[in-house]
C-alpha cells in the first residue's frame, strides 16, 4: 500500500484527503476490487456506479501533469458498497429534478449563440413565400441559405445538449467520496493511463492494494530520460526559431 506522502504533493486538494493512495496503471473497468464496502469495510457484492466529471473544472496546476481533456469527460467506476451505504447514498444524492434544472439553465445559455442563424434561417424561409415578380423562378437560393443557417443552429443546439451532460451527473456524497480517483495523470510518453486512488477504509484499502499490485506504477528511468531528451529537443528547437525570427528581422 502506497501511503499519501509518497504520492505527489500536487494532488493536495484535487483528491480527497485520504491516508490511504495508490497510484495504478490501467483503465477504471480493469481494476479488481474486494468484496468488501468501500465505506464501512462490511462485506458485499454489490456494486455502485461511482461517476467523475474531469477536464474544465480542473484546476491550472493538476492540468500541468495530467494529460489535458478535450473539453470535459466523465469517467465511472463501479465501486463496492454495502445496502446500508447504497441506501444512506441515495438519500444524500443530489435530486434528479435539480440536476434538470442546472442542465436547462445552462443549455438555454449555451443555446443563445443559435437564435441569430435561426432566425435569419426562419425569415428567409418566410420570405420565399412572398409574392414575386412576374416570370421570377427564384427561391432555391434562399432555400440553400435557410438550410446552412438552419444546420448551423441545429448544430450548436446539439453541442450544448452533449456539452451539458455533465450537470445530471451528481455531486459526490459522503459514501461516495470514500472511494476517490483522479484523471488520468499519465505522461505524454507513457503507454498505458494511471490514476491514483484515495481511499478512508484502512481494510479496504488494504484489499485493494493487494487485488491490484500488478499494476502498481513505477517510475520507469529510460521513459524520464526518454521524456528529458524530449523536452531539451524542443528547448533547442524554440532557441533556433527564436534565434532565426532575431535574424530575419535584421
Sequence with gaps: ??????????????????????ELTGPLRSLGFPDRCANCGAATRERLPVRKVFGRQARRQWLVRARRYRGYRIDTAQVPYCGACIAQDARERQSV?????????ALLLQSLPALFPLAFAVFLLTAIDLPRKPGYAGGGFEQILALLFGTAAVGVIAHAWWDTRRCMVPRQTGVTLAFDFSPDVSDLLDHRQRRVYAMRDAAFAEAFAALNRD???????????????????CAVLLGLGALAAAVLNR
Design 215 to 233: 499494476r502498481v506504477w513505477q517510475p520507469d528511468p529510460a521513459a524520464v530520460r526518454a521524456e528529458m531528451r524530449v523536452w531539451i529537443a
Design 97 to 105: 429534478a435539480s440536476r434538470w434544472r442546472a442542465r436547462l439553465g
Design 1 to 22: 500500500m502506497t501511503g499519501a506522502a509518497a504520492i505527489d504533493s500536487s494532488l493536495d486538494g484535487l483528491l480527497e484527503p485520504h491516508p490511504h493512495r495508490v
